[in-house]
């Protein structure tokens, strides 16, 4: 969008003001929609200093206690993107015209997206995500 309003205004003079508020909007729920997957998956971001020096049980504690401190983290997060789009309710976007609350609504799903699975995961523990067979029976 961002390369079609450059082309449409070097090209025929026009502007496409709108298309940084979309882009904008458009990035906010990627990220949001991707930190969920990722979380899903368990591709953040993590440093793992001494968790293959643990014994089992102690691996199983350290995730449920990591993904209960996240859960509080993601709850905490989740909330003031709430609280934010409460209070950016009447602001107005200059171009759409649509209430900033939108862009806090896609850190809001994201943040209680996982909020929800790290409360699963201290519960239900560790979850290993097996990948899906092909046809040949081979992973992907």
């Avoid at 995730?63 to 209070?87: E, K, P, Q, T």
Wanted: net charge neutral.
């Amino acid at each position: 969008m961002i390369v079609a309003a450059v082309v449409v205004r070097d090209i025929i003079g026009a502007g496409l003001p709108w298309t940084e508020e979309m882009a904008s909007l458009l990035a906010i729920y990627a990220v949001g929609f991707g930190s969920l997957s990722a979380w899903v998956r368990g591709e953040h971001l993590l440093v793992d200093l001494f968790s293959h020096r643990l014994s089992r049980v102690a691996l199983a504690l350290q995730y449920r206690l990591v993904a209960g401190f996240s859960c509080g983290f993601f709850v905490l997060a989740a909330w003031g993107a709430w609280i934010m789009s409460d209070m950016s309710a009447n602001n107005r976007t200059v171009s759409l015209g649509i209430s900033f609350s939108y862009l806090y609504y896609g850190i809001f799903i994201g943040f209680a997206g996982m909020a929800v699975l790290s409360a699963w995961q201290t519960l239900r523990g560790r979850v290993d995500w097996k990948p899906v067979a092909d046809t040949n029976g081979e992973p992907d």
